[in-house]
């Protein structure tokens, strides 16, 4: 049981790789890819977690008292900015494709063989 | 590959994969035990050598202020290849483009929301060191701002408000600007993103050092970007749909 | 010294926000020239790097944080050693030659590609540099989202979108796994500095979490080295990239992955899975890589995607020098890849030469075309020389420092299988020239991919042909001179011994010690490199010949090829599921290695 | 671990499949809203309040340009003969 957050991102990970692999439309492959990533937010937070822990912010809470990792969060927020960037690139390339080509099918997209 | 083919392929790699992982994860400490160092070593020191309330904000902006650099410019360079895949469009034909709501009272609502939204991301910017939030997220506030602009019907305002060459040099001088305060560290105390301005008092805004100017860079740069990803998104989008309609 | 470093890094990202800053209000020569000076300076700044690396590594840490006194890194550092100066020095000088080759080759397109092309080498400096864990993923999303826009530039046509695409979706996967694999380690060792994840591992069993991580990680950065089964996207990359960019690309963004899969080993993994035998996965992932490259390298006719195939087989070649796990082989392959990136910039810029100017990259429709072409010709035939390595010159000194290398660990068959892979690919290479430049050979070749469009070329003149003609001959005269570069191989050799020493990591970065090199040893030609590079000088020449005679096969070879050739679909669900089975296959790998 | 974060981990491995799952592009857009929110959520429960600002603000720009794209899309599959 401790370790099913874990499995939760691991899970998450190969979900989102089977909706790229088998997707059919580019918009669809792009939020998959979402997916996928979402499952390093979800692994890393775990990972940092801290049984009875609160927010790293010592605003309201007095110094000394028990936190939760601040370095996993600083990388998450990094890996969410990735991730929306990669989302608006290939949404851009679905469009793209789409406007010249007609489909979103990234299998109907013949030109590059061999 | 034939599909099943394909999804064969992929079935026994991800069973592989699967089992790679389930062994990976039990080698992990149990949820709830994480055993530092790093995070603890941070959560004890960093306010006293940074004076910052919000722990995070220290680490984004001054332990890992290199990562953050390299954020804004992934953001910076994505922006600008969309800018570059979506450049064929004509200003004439984005000028073509009728305002999305024509009804007088949802624009003067809408409007309204403007106003709250942008306070709203500015102060979220402002804070960003004290409480949670920072450059990221209400830079993204900002620009939702002038999405709600258009939302609220006004194509032309919108249009009017994010002139393009004013929103490339903000999103220049947001990304630029990241580096450069990290290089005056680097000439006033030696190095890259080192901080040179005094730490000021814990909670206030005068705290933190110059994690307050790189927060304040970084939200330019998310508000610049995202505003212009909106932009070529709607025209892009919107455009095509026009020229279906008959003249 | 460290500020030389992060002066590297900064400069060309600041020239990027600039020139992107003053688009619309300044003239395009004045980004262009302001883009040439960053790319210029950089180059100039790594170089000093590189000439300051011969005692212990430059390490800084960025805003001043050094580690704490139990050892604990609480911030970011560069750890600058000879090999990591070198690569980004490399990417400078092709970035360089790649922006003044664009001055005169891109008749419009704005601020965009000066923009992207600095970002690009930004990211590839930093990631040639940067000693933490998690800023490597940074800079390896830095340089892929720049590449990724840039592979899209000629974004009217359809091929641009499909390739660009397809790089996308298969790196951004592969960035995912480095991601999880950072998460596994953050999880054991509480650190994100690789010299600290070094020394946490250290004489430790390596266990299913270690291996999983190192796969992880490791199959992240072979997706960008283009390793066989994770290759399927430098193609299509390549294919349809604009010239200047295919050298960025071939020229050191592969070569980076390969980099960064040593870095890795060397300082976080070595300690406990070198109690292992690894040396038979990573030599087997080479020689197919090299192998696989090298025969679908023959079966080209689009002369970028011939070149592309090429560079796939090198990265198995520079694989296989550091699959040996030894210093020579390290060496070999740095030597190698350094003298190979100079080599191919040259090939692809004339290929974009030929493409401009006859609208077509199709060997067969350009047959004889550029017989006028001196200066092109003589430039790409300098090239192919370059890629064979014959004796004294190009790549034969890596060449014969990664042969010494096999040797003495017994490793007879990686220097055979070396060899083949080079005479595969650099006969192709010479043969698309013969045909192109001097109209030798038939005209028609069944074996040789169907191009989809096969249109009548085009023919135009562009203006400023001497000048493209001139950088890509500056590259070429660099790579064959690295074959006779005086104290290039004792340096290589030192450089390799220091990459590889993990505990002179650990006490330069955490603990701040200086660990003096050792003194530069000697190196001596051997007779049999000799030997070894007329023959492979002798082979390319007779595949050349094979080739020109329409690659006269048996019937019976010719099926295994069709089908080799079909499983590079286009199709992007294939090449995800092949990764993905790649990533378990050689996380199966490693555990029977790790037993 | 308490229940809440049981819960929040449940609804997120359940949203992210459906995300998946759902093959129509528009549909997707409207799970992955929801996905969207449960990571929210758990981002919450895991002390992690700048992180969950910004799932929201991501959100807010994610959605509304895959929205754009598939809308766009559907209109132009519609226009087709």
Not at chain 2, 120 to 136: D, Q, S
Not at chain 3, 183 to 193: E, F, K, P, W
Not at chain 3, 295 to 316: E, F, N, W
Request: hydrophobic residues 55%.
């Amino acid at each position: 049981m401790s370790h099913a957050p874990y499995v939760v991102a691991a899970w998450l990970f190969l979900a989102g790789i089977y909706g790229v692999v088998t997707s059919r439309n580019m918009i669809h492959l792009a939020v998959c890819m979402a997916v996928t990533q979402s499952s390093t937010y979800v692994l890393l937070l775990a990972i940092g977690y801290v049984d009875g822990g609160t927010a790293p912010i010592y605003r309201d809470i007095p110094v000394g008292t028990k936190v939760v990792d601040p370095v996993v969060p600083a990388l998450v927020l990094t890996d969410i900015v990735v991730s929306v960037t990669l989302t608006a690139l290939v949404l851009t390339l679905a469009s793209r494709a789409h406007a010249s080509k007609g489909t979103m099918d990234p299998d109907a997209l013949p030109e590059l063989k061999g | 590959m034939t599909r099943p083919a394909r999804l064969g392929l992929f079935g026994v790699g991800a069973l592989g994969l699967a089992a790679l992982l389930v062994r990976a994860v039990g080698g992990l400490h149990g949820f709830g035990g994480y055993p530092g160092p790093y995070g603890f070593v941070l959560a004890q020191a960093a306010l006293g050598e940074r004076h910052a309330a919000n722990i995070v904000a220290s680490v984004v902006y001054d332990y890992r202020a290199l990562d953050t650099m390299g954020e804004e410019l992934i953001l910076f360079a994505a922006v600008t290849g969309v800018a570059l895949l979506l450049r064929q469009q004509s200003p004439e034909r984005a000028a073509r483009r009728e305002d999305a709501v024509r009804s007088d009272a949802v624009r003067f609502f809408g409007l309204g929301a403007v106003g709250a939204a942008a306070l709203l991301g500015l102060l979220t910017i402002a804070y960003g060191y004290v409480t949670p939030g920072g450059g990221f997220q209400g830079g993204v506030f900002v620009a939702a701002t002038f999405a709600l602009v258009w939302a609220a019907g006004s194509y032309r305002l919108f249009h009017h408000l994010t002139p393009e060459p004013l929103v490339d040099l903000a999103e220049g001088l947001g990304a630029g600007g990241f580096v450069v305060i990290g290089l005056v560290g680097l000439i006033a105390s030696g190095s890259l993103f080192e901080n040179f301005l005094p730490l000021g008092t814990i909670n206030t805004l005068l705290s933190g050092g110059q994690i307050a100017l790189l927060n304040w860079a970084a939200g330019l740069e998310v508000a610049a970007a995202t505003t212009l990803l909106f932009a070529k998104f709607l025209e892009d989008v919107m455009v095509p749909e026009e020229e279906e309609k008959p003249a | 010294m460290g500020a030389v470093a992060a002066l590297a890094v900064a400069i060309p990202l600041v020239a990027a926000a600039a020139i992107a800053a003053t688009g619309q209000l300044l003239p395009p020569r004045v980004h262009d020239a302001a883009a040439i000076a960053a790319a210029a300076t950089t180059a100039a700044l790594t170089f000093v790097l590189v000439a300051r690396t011969g005692g212990p590594r430059v390490v800084e840490w960025f805003g001043g944080w050094t580690p704490r006194h139990d050892n604990v890194a609480i911030g970011i550092d560069f750890a600058v050693d000879r090999f990591g100066a070198g690569i980004a020095a490399l990417a400078a000088v092709l970035v360089t030659a790649a922006l003044v080759y664009s001055w005169s080759f891109f008749e419009e397109g704005g601020h965009f590609f000066p923009v992207l092309v600095l970002l690009f080498l930004g990211g590839m400096v930093g990631f040639a540099l940067t000693g933490d864990l998690f800023n490597w993923f940074v800079f390896f999303e830095l340089m892929g989202v720049a590449a990724y826009a840039l592979t899209a530039y000629q974004v009217d046509e359809t091929g641009p979108i499909q390739g660009a695409f397809n790089f996308t979706v298969t790196n951004s996967i592969g960035g995912f796994m480095v991601l999880a694999g950072i998460g596994l380690l953050y999880g054991r060792t509480g650190a994100l500095n690789l010299a600290q994840i070094g020394r946490q591992l250290d004489e430790r069993p390596p266990d299913g979490l270690v291996v999983a991580a190192f796969t992880l990680v490791a199959v992240g950065f072979l997706v960008k080295a283009a390793a066989v089964p994770f290759h399927w996207w430098l193609a299509d990359a390549h294919a349809v990239a604009p010239a200047p960019v295919c050298v960025l690309f071939s020229g050191v963004m592969v070569e980076l992955g390969v980099f960064a899969f040593a870095r890795l080993y060397w300082t976080a993994f070595e300690g406990t899975l070198g109690e292992h035998d690894l040396r038979p996965v990573v030599l087997g992932l080479g020689a197919l890589t090299a192998l696989v490259g090298a025969v679908l390298c023959v079966l080209q006719r689009h002369l970028k995607r011939l070149l592309a195939y090429s560079t796939i087989s090198h990265v198995g070649i520079f694989l296989l020098g550091v699959g040996l796990l030894s210093g020579d082989g390290l060496a070999g392959a740095g030597v190698y890849a350094l003298a190979h990136g100079l080599a191919k910039g040259s090939l692809f810029l004339v290929a974009g030469i030929l493409i401009n100017r006859h609208g077509t990259p199709d060997e067969l429709l350009l047959r004889g075309r550029a017989v006028g072409s001196r200066g092109a010709a003589l430039v790409y035939a300098a090239g192919g020389l370059a890629l064979v390595g014959p004796p004294f010159l190009g790549v034969f000194l890596g060449k014969s420092l990664l042969e010494d290398g096999a040797l003495e660990e017994g490793q007879s068959w990686v220097v055979v299988t070396a060899i083949v892979a080079s005479v595969l690919t650099a006969g192709a290479v010479l043969r698309a020239g013969a045909r192109i430049f001097l109209g030798w050979g038939v005209g028609a070749d069944p074996l040789l991919s169907p191009e989809p469009e096969e249109v009548e070329p085009l023919e135009r003149e562009s203006p400023q042909r001497t000048v493209l003609v001139a950088v890509a001959g500056i590259l070429v005269v660099g790579s064959l001179a690295l074959g006779l570069a005086p104290g290039l191989a004792p340096r290589a050799k030192a450089g390799a011994e220091q990459f590889r020493d993990r505990h002179a990591y650990v006490d330069e970065v955490l603990e701040a010690k200086r660990v003096e090199a050792k003194p530069l040893g000697g190196h001596h030609t051997k007779p049999e490199s000799i030997v070894l590079g007329l023959v492979t000088l002798g082979g390319a020449l007779a595949v050349c010949a094979w080739g020109l005679r329409g690659h006269p096969l048996p019937r019976i070879a010719v099926a295994p090829l069709d089908r080799l050739r079909a499983l590079h679909s286009g199709a992007i669900g294939d090449y995800v599921a092949w990764m993905v089975f790649g990533t378990a296959a050689l996380g199966g790998l490693v555990t029977l290695a790790a037993r | 671990m308490i229940p809440l974060q049981i819960v929040s981990f449940a609804l997120v491995t359940i949203t992210g499949t459906a995300v998946v799952l759902t093959r129509d592009p528009l549909r997707q857009a409207v799970v992955n809203g929801f996905f969207g929110l449960t990571l929210v959520v758990l981002f919450l429960v895991l002390q992690a309040p700048d992180v969950a600002i910004s799932a929201i603000v991501v959100e807010s720009v994610a959605f509304p340009l895959i929205l754009l794209v598939a809308v766009a899309n559907e209109r132009r599959r519609e226009g087709e003969p």
